[in-house]
Nanobody, 121 residues
Framework: VQLQASGGGLVQAGGSLRLSCAASGLIFSGYSMGWFRQAPGKEREFVAAISQSGGRQRYAHSVKGRFTISRDNAKNTVYLRMNSLKPEDTANYYC???????????????WGQGTLVTVSS
């Protein structure tokens, strides 16, 4: 299984980015997909998750209303649209796959390599 995250970069506060995560080696439509992030010196934390069909989404309180998770099962890809970015959103962002979504890192089976998002003030 491979999860390839991309789309990170440097953006000013208030700006937007869209992250993508392309999956291979698994039956994509059979997995919930999630995004997590890890800032320097901090633990990895849940950001957002989406169900297998895309019909249900869940967000961390800190990003709700600013971030949107979506997926395209035909392209085996999950996205994270990030608007109104803040300096505290700066982190490495990781995509993950699991049979059922959860807020807990330990519940996710497969992980991508991470893509760095830096938000300047």
């Amino acid at each position: 299984v491979q999860l390839q995250a991309s789309g990170g970069g440097l953006v000013q506060a208030g700006g937007s980015l869209r992250l993508s995560c392309a999956a291979s080696g698994l039956i994509f439509s059979g997995y919930s997909m999630g995004w997590f992030r890890q800032a320097p010196g901090k633990e990895r934390e849940f950001v957002a998750a989406i169900s297998q069909s895309g019909g249900r989404q869940r967000y961390a309180h800190s990003v709700k209303g600013r971030f949107t998770i979506s997926r395209d099962n035909a392209k085996n890809t999950v996205y994270l649209r990030m608007n109104s970015l803040k300096p505290e959103d700066t982190a490495n962002y990781y995509c993950a796959a699991a049979p059922n979504y959860s807020d807990y890192v330990a519940d996710w089976d497969y992980w991508g390599q991470g893509t760095l998002v830096t938000v300047s003030s």
